[in-house]
């Protein structure tokens, strides 16, 4: 059973960085797309980023230009540098590997964003 480590979240002020890593227990095999989500309390998870190749990179809107995500498909992790954080970016965010025989989901880390 694959089991994938999110780390790197905390509290962090407005305008401030936190850089997100994920790691898989194991070795996946036929990885299709890696991404980043968020779930803010009362709110439905969202899609953050998600990765494909260095050519091939999905944001959504409320995060471009601030977040940059990355991955070491060697190491079968993804990264998600975050900056000029806004407390709206206050959740728990999770990392999710895609396969062509299924998926994968982190257990979440806490991102909260506060003065």
């Known amino acids: 059973q694959v089991q994938l480590v999110e780390s790197g979240g905390g509290l962090v002020q407005p305008g401030g960085s936190l850089r997100l890593s994920c790691a898989a227990s194991r070795s996946i095999l036929s990885v299709y797309t890696m991404g980043w989500y968020r779930q803010a309390p009362g709110k439905q998870r969202e899609l953050v980023a998600s990765i494909i190749s260095d050519s091939w990179i999905n944001y959504s809107d409320s995060v471009k230009g601030r977040f940059t995500i990355s991955r070491d498909s060697a190491k079968n992790s993804v990264y998600l540098q975050m900056n000029s954080l806004k407390p709206e970016d206050t959740a728990v965010y999770y990392c999710?590997?895609?396969?062509?025989?299924?998926?994968?989901w982190g257990q979440g880390t806490q991102v909260t964003v506060s003065s």
């Open positions: 999710r590997v895609e396969t062509t025989r299924g998926e994968y």
